[in-house]
C-alpha cells in the first residue's frame, strides 16, 4: 500500500531555474494539497484540490503553478525558482469528498534547496 | 477562517515525565479537532483525533480532550518515552478545504 508518493525527495536548483514535484496517491482520494514547512514557521498551505479539474489557491501560493487533471496525480511547478522558495515540500490527501474534514495523510516530503 | 495557537518549544523532558502540550483555536462552528506528529525525517501522521465536544482522542498513551467552551484541545501523556521525541502539531479541520496546522512543538525526551 504505496499511500501518497513524492519525488524527488531532495533537488537543488540554481535561482531561475523550473522544476515540478510529483505528488501521487493510490488511496482515490479527492482531496490534494500541497504545505511547506519551514523553521518556526509550522506548515502553509500553498495550493489544494477538492477534486479532477478544480485548483485553489492556499495561503502563500506566489510561485507555484498546480493542476489536477487526475485523482491520482498532483503535481506542483515552480517556474522561476527563488532562494525564498527552499523549504521542505509535502503533498497530503484525504479522503473526504469536499475537504479535509478527515484525517490528511502526508507524503515524505521533498527538501528543495534554492542557491 | 480558523486560527491556532500552539504551545512554544522546544520541549525537553526527562524519560517518565508527564507531558502536556497547549492547543487553543479560534474557528467557525465546531470543526473536528486533529493532533499530527512528525518524526525525524518523516512527513506527518495522524495521532489522534476528536469530532465533537467533549470527545477524548487517544493513541499510543496520548490523549486530548475537545473542549468547547475554553476552544482547546491539549495532548497529555502520563509517561513519555525516548520514541516519543518528535514535533507536534495541533490542527483544527474545517468546512473550507483547509486544514490550519499551528507552528508545531518539538519535544526531546532524555533518557
Known sequence: ?115 | GNSVTQMEGPVTLSEEAFLTINCTYTATGYPSLFWYVQYPGEGLQLLLKATKADDKGSNKGFEATYRKETTSFHLEKGSVQVSDSAVYFCAPGGSASKIIFGSGTRLSIRP
Open chain 1, 1 to 115: 500500500n504505496a499511500g501518497v508518493t513524492q519525488t524527488p525527495k531532495f533537488q537543488v536548483l540554481k535561482t531561475g531555474q523550473s522544476m515540478t514535484l510529483q505528488c501521487a496517491q493510490d488511496m482515490n482520494h479527492e482531496y490534494m494539497s500541497w504545505y511547506r514547512q519551514d523553521p518556526g514557521m509550522g506548515l502553509r498551505l500553498i495550493h489544494y484540490s477538492v477534486g479532477a479539474g478544480i485548483t485553489d489557491q492556499g495561503e502563500v501560493p506566489n510561485g507555484y503553478n498546480v493542476s489536477r487533471s487526475t485523482t491520482e496525480d498532483f503535481p506542483l511547478r515552480l517556474l522561476s525558482a527563488a532562494p525564498s522558495q527552499t523549504s521542505v515540500y509535502f503533498c497530503a490527501s484525504s479522503y473526504r469528498n469536499r475537504g479535509p474534514t478527515g484525517e490528511l495523510f502526508f507524503g515524505e516530503g521533498s527538501r528543495l534547496t534554492v542557491l
